[in-house]
């Protein structure tokens, strides 16, 4: 059974630019999530996915989009990339509904630098 | 609104000593809490979680956390350090959305917990 899955793992980026990661739900999980860790920081929340709309957002401007595909997947956009962009990117999937407190699984991140 | 305080940004101990990791929450409801730990280059893996019932939680690897509402505590604990588990740990509170079950999770800032020879 495969986890939460992300790429690219790594890449580098220039101000300016856009970027786009990529995550595959664990099988059977209806929900995404993105969360970006700062060096040296907790997770945060950036938005969540369910049925191919957005359902919450955290406190992140309008640069940062997602969409989720009809087989569940998820991408992350980032416009305008800012050197504090620089950090972890996770992706967690979910299953939607049944009772709170369902295990939420992330994947291994992609670490996104800005230079 | 939930909030998570880790008290101690980084722990030491020796290995075979007691491990203590020490989380505070605030939630208006009640709270369901979480402990994640993140080895170096690596994403998050769930070590055990507190929804209802039984307010001593045991988790993977040893671990172990009570959940205290009179305290607002929910403190990791592993009755013998060993060298594997040096890493990062994070406690967190989930943060039910409005009219159902999904929710996010709002994660401390973090304990670095190292484990001397």
């Known amino acids: 059974d495969a986890g939460v899955t992300q790429s690219p793992t790594h890449l580098i980026k220039t101000r300016g630019q856009q970027v786009t990661l990529r995550c595959s739900p664990k099988s059977g999980h209806d929900t995404v999530s993105w969360y970006q860790q700062a060096l040296g920081q907790g997770p945060q929340f950036i938005f969540q996915y369910y049925e191919e709309e957005e359902r919450q957002r955290g406190n992140f401007p309008d640069r940062f989009s997602g969409h989720q595909f009809p087989n569940y997947s998820s991408e992350l956009n980032v416009n305008a990339l800012l050197l504090g962009d620089s950090a972890l990117y996770l992706c967690a999937s979910s299953l939607r509904g049944i009772s709170v407190g369902n295990t939420i699984y992330f994947g291994e991140g992609s670490w996104l630098t800005v230079v | 609104a939930q909030s998570v305080t880790q008290l101690g940004s980084h722990v030491s101990v020796s290995e075979g000593a007691l491990v203590l990791l020490r989380c505070n929450y605030s939630?208006?409801?009640?709270?369901?809490l979480f402990w994640y730990v993140q080895y170096p280059n690596q994403g998050l893996q769930l070590l055990l979680k507190?929804?209802?019932?039984?307010?001593l939680v045991k988790g993977i690897n040893g671990f172990e956390a009570e959940f205290k509402k009179s305290e607002t505590s929910f403190h990791l604990t592993k009755p013998s350090a060993h060298m594997s588990d040096a890493a990062e740990y994070f406690c967190a509170v989930s943060v039910t959305a409005s009219g159902g079950s999904n929710y996010k999770l709002t994660f401390g800032k973090g304990t670095l917990l190292t484990v001397n020879p």
């Open positions: 939630s208006s409801v009640p709270p369901y």
């Open positions: 507190y929804t209802t019932g039984a307010t």
